[in-house]
């Protein structure tokens, strides 16, 4: 089934900007496409700087957003709060696929070639800006698993210690002690990959 976003806009779209995520699930599970597309405008950018942080790369992430809103779609009828708001059941959805999809083998496209230099004025800045981006996002893919998803849950999402404990199902204790872990890790990683890039 290939359910494209874009074109279940509807002229009731502003209506339900007000409405919960929650209640907008409710119609969702009607079969309310422009309940749906709130939820998607809601959360779209969110989730795919979420998935971004724990896959690393930009297609992939994307991929992994639409097919998390697929179930979105698919799970409303069978949908039901078991006292879970929408945005944790939601990121709970996408980090499990995030994590299925690193899981499997990876085929390296053409962009793995990157992309070639802009000739125009400030160039130079966002060459310097992407080339800190790739060293954090390089550093980050090596981290052990639950460290990147806490890490992005919590440093990339906003959320809580709570909040993304239950999006992971372990304690709170556990997501600090993950975070910790992580932060020290990618310090020493980043630390590494800068004195090597400055010798180079």
């Known amino acids: 089934m290939d359910l494209q976003i874009d074109a279940l806009v509807t002229p009731d779209r502003e209506k339900m900007q007000d409405l919960t995520d929650e209640t907008l699930m409710g119609r969702v599970a009607t079969g ?12 779209v950018a969110r989730a795919t700087a979420l998935a971004y942080r724990i896959l690393g790369r930009r297609a992939e992430a994307e991929e992994v957003v639409q097919e998390a809103f697929l179930r979105v779609w698919t799970t409303a009828p069978r949908w ?36 070639p230099a802009d000739p125009s004025p400030g160039a130079d800045a966002a060459i310097e800006e992407r080339q800190r981006g790739a060293l954090v996002a390089a550093a980050m893919a090596e981290l052990p698993e639950r460290q990147r998803v806490a890490l992005a849950l919590c440093y990339w999402q906003e959320m809580s210690n709570i909040e993304a404990a239950e999006v992971m199902q372990i304690s709170v204790g556990a997501v600090e002690s993950l975070l910790v872990r992580a932060r020290r890790s990618l310090k020493e990683k980043l630390a590494h990959r800068l004195g090597r890039s400055e010798q180079g």
């Not at 309310?32 to 959360?43: E, N």
Request: charged share 35%; hydrophobic share 40%.
């Open 32 to 43: 309310d496409h422009a309940a749906f597309r709130a939820l998607v405008d809601r959360h």
């Open 80 to 115: 039901n709060l078991d006292g879970a708001l929408f945005r944790t059941w939601f990121s709970r959805v996408l980090t499990n696929l995030c994590i299925d999809r690193r899981r499997r083998p990876r085929m390296d496209p053409m962009e793995a070639a990157g992309d």
